[in-house]
């Protein structure tokens, strides 16, 4: 029996970028002045592990190659939140974006508590050996960069902070896993070359909810304001700049209200989906040093298990494979005196909503000469005039269209999840041709058509039970006579499955998620020296009926449901209460018994005679889910509630 556990939760992504609108570049001769001490330094290791807290940290070692100011320790540890643990990303905002191999020129910044940093974040990291997949003049501006430096100290040390203190300890400094070369990539810049989209590994994110017909939801932390910002004034603001992405795209917003985080917007550590938007620094996250406005990005979910870093898990758009964002949020630094300008407080929600959505800068460069991509919402710096609010630029809603296209939105289907039977080889045949056994019927749509039209593909699959597709099901043909219980719930929740395969949804130019068929228990069919297994499991019957082998066509406790509906539905075939039932309902709102993680479709009849669903297949996490009903048309309507096998 093999156990795969998946960690299919967390992963932490920043947009790749600090600044929002926010970076004002500082020139060579003052960043020079203002950092602690500057070197050019190689990683010659980096290691991830987890803080106390869980969070992940990245531990560099950097080799001083020359010291051109203050005082370094030839080998120097800095650690920094985010890193990569397996198929979970944290990437912050402030940090650098080493890669294992590389050079940089470094600006640390000694912080007052002791602490070490980079200066300005990951602009004060420069990379300066060619990295792959870089542009060219990005080099060159590095190389210029270097330069400038050590024309400005007249090419001598200079005096700074004294960092031997941070030299490696003998001892490994914490345990973790090492990073490869090249885990890091930097937000890509369209005006460079780059695909427009903040990117780990190459991939980009998104946001799936609107892909499924359901609103991205916004949680608002107006704790604190800038100072003559009114609430109201916040919230129209906010409005305006979420009218001003929907418009452009697909993506849907629904402001839920207002809430006092409690933290910062990036730390609230649940993966419900939502976008958090903090318009205050109340919890400095935001360094005072620099001279970032806001922040804006997303938390994501990559690959399915950590030897297989899949990427596709937010779908593929047009030709590009998306990972799932799973929250996402913007930090506004509300004691920055910019912001007390309605117009520019607006533009910038705006700005790092478009990060929160996905989106990098439009370009970095603080000469741009392509109004494209200087008039655009997503350039790196704020734009004249001052009363622009939430207006995109031509550049910025043809690029979110790029992951949330308009009229023909990506496909979707939900997670599955089955219970295997197993028999001995004598049995195994006729287990493999049993009509309701070891087989899931899959069913996917979009907000434009259903799965009639949509082609599906099964992808690859893990474990040690073959998955075959036969049309739109999927039969899975156990090779071994092996029983193991049904996961906890939480256990599914966090992706421990026996066998896995993973599938997807295409309309031709898009594809959907790739999603999971997971199987959540073995059982042993009738008791191995019976040839001709039902596939009935009698472990599972046993406990009911005191026998291995009861019938499975009949209905013992008369409640309309046979054993082998008992079995599969997962409820008490001796206990007429226990059954797929509608437990609640007052016509507007209806609640079922469900057993978590199954499939169901919700359906109305205004005659019982044809049946409409509502929605899409549902797969509720919890045991008795209600659902809003659409308002009702005419005198009648029927209800009912289907489970999908
Ligand atoms: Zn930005």
Same mark, same amino acid.
């Given at each position: =029996?093999?156990?795969?556990?998946?960690?299919?939760?967390?992963?932490?992504?920043?947009?790749?970028?600090?600044?929002?609108?926010?970076?004002?570049?500082?020139?060579?001769?003052?960043?020079?002045?203002?950092?602690?001490?500057?070197?050019?330094?190689?990683?010659?290791?980096?290691?991830?592990?987890?803080?106390?807290?869980?969070?992940?940290?990245?531990?560099?070692?950097?080799?001083?190659?020359?010291?051109?100011?203050?005082?370094?320790?030839?080998?120097?540890?800095?650690?920094?939140?985010?890193?990569?643990?397996?198929?979970?990303?944290?990437?912050?905002?402030?940090?650098?974006?080493?890669?294992?191999?590389?050079?940089?020129?470094?600006?640390?910044?000694?912080?007052?508590?002791?602490?070490?940093?980079?200066?300005?974040?990951?602009?004060?990291?420069?990379?300066?050996?060619?990295?792959?997949?870089?542009?060219?003049?990005?080099?060159?501006?590095?190389?210029? =960069?270097?330069?400038?430096?050590?024309?400005?100290?007249?090419?001598?040390?200079?005096?700074?902070?004294?960092?031997?203190? %941070?030299?490696?300890?003998?001892?490994?400094?914490?345990?973790?896993?090492?990073?490869?070369?090249?885990?890091?990539?930097?937000?890509?810049?369209?005006?460079?070359?780059?695909?427009?989209?903040?990117?780990?590994?190459?991939?980009?994110?998104?946001?799936?909810?609107?892909?499924?017909?359901?609103?991205?939801?916004?949680?608002?932390?107006?704790?604190?304001?800038?100072?003559? @910002?009114?609430?109201?004034?916040?919230?129209?603001?906010?409005?305006?700049?979420?009218?001003?992405?929907?418009?452009?795209?697909?993506?849907?917003?629904?402001?839920?209200?207002?809430?006092?985080?409690?933290?910062?917007?990036?730390?609230?550590?649940?993966?419900?989906?939502?976008?958090?938007?903090?318009?205050?620094?109340?919890?400095?996250?935001?360094?005072?040093?620099?001279?970032?406005?806001?922040?804006?990005?997303?938390?994501?979910?990559?690959?399915?298990?950590?030897?297989?870093?899949?990427?596709?898990?937010?779908?593929?758009?047009?030709?590009?494979?998306?990972?799932?964002?799973?929250?996402?949020?913007?930090?506004?630094?509300?004691?920055?005196?910019?912001?007390?300008?309605?117009?520019?407080?607006?533009?910038?929600?705006?700005?790092?909503?478009?990060?929160?959505?996905?989106?990098?800068?439009?370009?970095?460069?603080?000469?741009?000469?392509?109004?494209?991509?200087?008039?655009?919402? =997503?350039?790196?710096?704020?734009?004249?005039?001052?009363?622009?609010?939430?207006?995109?630029?031509?550049?910025?809603?043809?690029?979110?269209?790029?992951?949330?296209?308009?009229?023909?939105?990506?496909?979707?289907?939900?997670?599955?999840?089955?219970?295997?039977?197993?028999?001995?080889?004598?049995?195994?045949? @006729?287990?493999?041709?049993?009509?309701?056994?070891?087989?899931?019927?899959?069913?996917?749509?979009?907000?434009?058509?259903?799965?009639?039209?949509?082609?599906?593909?099964?992808?690859?699959?893990?474990?040690?039970?073959? %998955?075959?597709?036969?049309?739109?099901?999927?039969?899975?043909?156990?090779?071994?006579?092996?029983?193991?219980?049904?996961?906890?719930?939480?256990?599914?929740?966090?992706?421990?499955?026996?066998?896995?395969?993973?599938?997807?949804?295409?309309?031709?130019?898009?594809?959907?998620?790739?999603?999971?068929?997971?199987?959540?228990?073995?059982?042993?069919?009738?008791?191995?020296?019976?040839?001709?297994?039902?596939?009935?499991?009698?472990?599972?019957?046993?406990?009911?009926?005191?026998?291995?082998?009861?019938?499975?066509?009949?209905?013992?406790?008369?409640?309309?449901?046979?054993? =082998?509906?008992?079995?599969?539905?997962?409820?008490?075939?001796?206990?007429?209460?226990?059954?797929?039932?509608?437990?609640?309902?007052?016509?507007?709102?209806?609640?079922?018994?469900?057993?978590?993680?199954?499939?169901?479709?919700?359906?109305?009849?205004?005659?019982?005679?044809?049946?409409?669903?509502?929605?899409?297949?549902?797969?509720?996490?919890?045991?008795?889910?209600?659902?809003?009903?659409?308002?009702?048309?005419?005198?009648?309507?029927?209800?009912?509630?289907?489970?999908?096998?």
């Amino acid at each position: =029996m093999n156990r795969w556990l998946l960690c299919g939760f967390l992963v932490v992504s920043l947009a790749g970028d600090v600044t929002a609108t926010s970076f004002e570049p500082i020139p060579v001769v003052a960043a020079v002045k203002r950092a602690s001490a500057i070197g050019r330094c190689e990683v010659v290791n980096l290691q991830v592990a987890r803080d106390p807290a869980g969070a992940i940290r990245t531990y560099a070692t950097l080799q001083v190659l020359e010291t051109i100011k203050g005082t370094l320790p030839p080998q120097i540890v800095l650690n920094y939140p985010g890193g990569k643990l397996g198929i979970e990303n944290a990437y912050h905002d402030f940090s650098p974006e080493f890669a294992a191999g590389g050079e940089y020129l470094v600006f640390f910044d000694l912080q007052a508590d002791g602490s070490l940093s980079i200066f300005n974040g990951p602009r004060g990291a420069i990379r300066l050996d060619l990295p792959a997949g870089r542009a060219e003049k990005v080099q060159a501006r590095a190389k210029q =960069m270097l330069s400038e430096v050590r024309q400005s100290t007249g090419g001598r040390r200079i005096t700074g902070a004294n960092l031997q203190r %941070f030299a490696p300890i003998s001892t490994a400094p914490v345990s973790g896993q090492s990073v490869s070369t090249g885990s890091w990539q930097a937000a890509s810049v369209t005006a460079d070359g780059g695909s427009g989209f903040t990117e780990v590994g190459g991939v980009p994110r998104r946001h799936t909810a609107p892909d499924r017909g359901e609103t991205i939801k916004v949680l608002v932390d107006t704790d604190f304001l800038p100072p003559g @910002i009114t609430q109201p004034q916040a919230l129209q603001a906010l409005q305006n700049a979420l009218d001003a992405w929907e418009t452009a795209s697909s993506v849907r917003f629904e402001i839920e209200g207002t809430v006092s985080f409690g933290q910062a917007a990036i730390n609230v550590d649940l993966n419900d989906g939502r976008l958090r938007i903090q318009m205050h620094d109340a919890y400095n996250l935001i360094p005072n040093s620099n001279t970032t406005l806001g922040i804006g990005g997303g938390v994501f979910r990559s690959g399915f298990v950590a030897q297989d870093p899949l990427p596709g898990r937010g779908g593929r758009v047009f030709a590009k494979e998306f990972d799932e964002t799973i929250r996402s949020y913007v930090v506004l630094d509300h004691e920055k005196a910019t912001l007390a300008t309605l117009g520019f407080f607006e533009q910038l929600l705006c700005h790092e909503i478009g990060h929160a959505l996905g989106l990098a800068h439009s370009s970095e460069n603080n000469a741009e000469p392509n109004p494209l991509f200087s008039e655009a919402m =997503m350039y790196f710096k704020l734009i004249s005039p001052s009363t622009r609010g939430a207006a995109l630029g031509t550049y910025d809603g043809p690029k979110l269209q790029e992951s949330h296209p308009i009229s023909n939105t990506p496909p979707f289907s939900p997670n599955r999840v089955f219970e295997i039977v197993t028999a001995a080889p004598a049995g195994q045949a @006729i287990l493999n041709n049993l009509p309701r056994i070891n087989r899931v019927t899959l069913q996917g749509g979009d907000l434009q058509s259903d799965s009639q039209t949509l082609n599906l593909q099964l992808i690859t699959q893990t474990g040690e039970n073959e %998955f075959v597709l036969q049309g739109n099901v999927l039969r899975c043909l156990p090779t071994s006579f092996s029983q193991a219980p049904r996961l906890s719930d939480s256990e599914i929740e966090e992706g421990v499955i026996f066998s896995q395969a993973l599938l997807r949804y295409s309309d031709g130019i898009h594809a959907s998620p790739i999603f999971s068929v997971s199987s959540v228990a073995l059982w042993a069919s009738q008791h191995p020296a019976q040839a001709t297994p039902n596939g009935l499991p009698g472990a599972w019957a046993a406990p009911f009926f005191g026998v291995q082998n009861p019938n499975p066509n009949l209905d013992p406790d008369g409640d309309g449901f046979t054993t =082998m509906d008992e079995f599969l539905f997962g409820t008490n075939p001796v206990n007429a209460e226990s059954k797929l039932q509608i437990t609640n309902f007052d016509g507007s709102v209806l609640q079922w018994a469900a057993r978590p993680f199954d499939a169901y479709i919700l359906e109305t009849s205004v005659a019982l005679g044809v049946w409409n669903p509502i929605g899409f297949l549902r797969v509720p996490t919890f045991g008795n889910p209600s659902v809003n009903l659409p308002t009702a048309v005419g005198n009648r309507n029927f209800y009912r509630v289907r489970r999908l096998e």
